[in-house]
């Protein structure tokens, strides 16, 4: 019985070790990316009478730390909003832009507006009148400073808490200034701010991702993803699923993707809640792509709606890191 004991608590303890395990980034030992390893699968076929090995590659989600912003510099005069080694500042109005969203504010690079302070990166939305816009926020990217294919993108943030907010972390191909949106594909992290809508969940909890890809691509696509929605405008179409959070704008949540050549799978909190698989065509998903990051006011995810009596609110990211 003994012996038998001692077995068990050894083969036990294999398995927890085994195991992975979220710690800070200091441990290096959160799981995630995409691991493009020398590991090959032998697939062996028969062709008349001759038999032959073809390699195909595997690919395992390892902890390799490529790319990350921790904020943990604070603005200050003379110190810019975010470092620009990592970030572009975006600085034109909707209408001037390269977005058409029913958008409301105007993108500066005020610290008013955007400032890292207290180890978080905060980009607040205001009321007041700038440049023919009644509000102002804050956008920025990575756009020709850090751009990748494949890997877990993460980041934990804590939601602005009003109505008619549209706070997004997203990505698009980099090759959008070639051959412009959608046909560069865009990849939705997280949107929040659509629960005024009469046509999904009303619910102050709801956030949202999605797969953007030109009107062309791949078929309608198929997942057992509750809440799955599938759009062709004719322009573009698009893959959506929605969950519910609690307490989105008390407390700090953690959105990821994990993208592979196979498929991208959407996680809030380490739950996934929603795959794209990618079957025989992988364009434009197979390119490089860059990071964003913004907090709109109104817009079309909003029913063009805002609260009344909005002076300002707070988008607080914690911190945003790429594995590969």
Not at 51 to 67: A, I, R
Not at 73 to 89: M, Q, T
Not at 147 to 161: D, I, S
Not at 185 to 196: A, M
């Amino acid at each position: 019985m003994k012996s038998y004991l001692t077995s068990v608590f050894f083969f036990l303890s294999l398995l927890i070790s085994c195991g992975g395990s979220k710690t800070n980034l200091n441990d290096s030992l959160l799981t995630g990316a995409v691991n493009q390893n020398n590991t090959t699968n032998q697939v062996s076929t028969t062709n008349q009478g001759n038999t032959s090995t073809t390699q195909t590659p595997s690919y395992s989600f390892g902890n390799e730390l490529v790319w990350s912003d921790e904020f943990d510099e604070d603005s200050s005069f003379g110190i810019p909003a975010v470092s620009p080694d990592k970030w572009n500042i975006e600085t034109v109005a909707p209408d001037n832009g390269s977005w058409y969203n029913g958008e409301l504010q105007y993108y500066t690079d005020k610290q008013d507006n955007i400032k890292v302070e207290d180890g978080l990166l905060k980009i607040t939305a205001k009321r007041e009148d700038f440049q023919g816009k009644l509000y102002t926020s804050a956008r920025i990217n990575t756009q020709d400073k850090f751009e990748f294919t494949y890997g877990r993108v993460e980041m934990r943030a804590k939601l602005p808490n009003w109505e008619g907010m549209w706070p997004a972390f997203w990505m698009l191909g980099a090759n959008i200034d070639d051959i412009s949106w959608p046909n560069c594909g865009e990849l939705d992290i997280l949107e929040h701010g659509d629960y005024v809508k009469d046509s999904t969940n009303n619910d102050p909890g709801l956030i949202s991702s999605a797969v953007h890809y030109g009107p062309q691509d791949y078929s309608r696509q198929t997942t057992s993803v509750p809440g799955k929605l599938f759009y062709d405008t004719g322009q573009e179409r698009f893959v959506r699923a929605e969950k519910i959070i609690v307490n989105p704008f008390e407390e700090y949540h953690t959105y990821a993707i994990q993208w592979a050549p196979d498929k991208i799978q959407f996680f809030v909190d380490e739950e996934m809640y929603f795959e794209f698989p990618m079957q025989s065509q992988h364009s434009p998903f197979d390119k490089p792509f860059f990071l964003l990051l913004n907090l709109a006011v109104g817009g079309h995810w909003t029913d063009g709606y805002v609260a009344p009596g909005f002076t300002s609110a707070t988008y607080e990211i914690d911190y945003v890191r790429v594995y590969q």
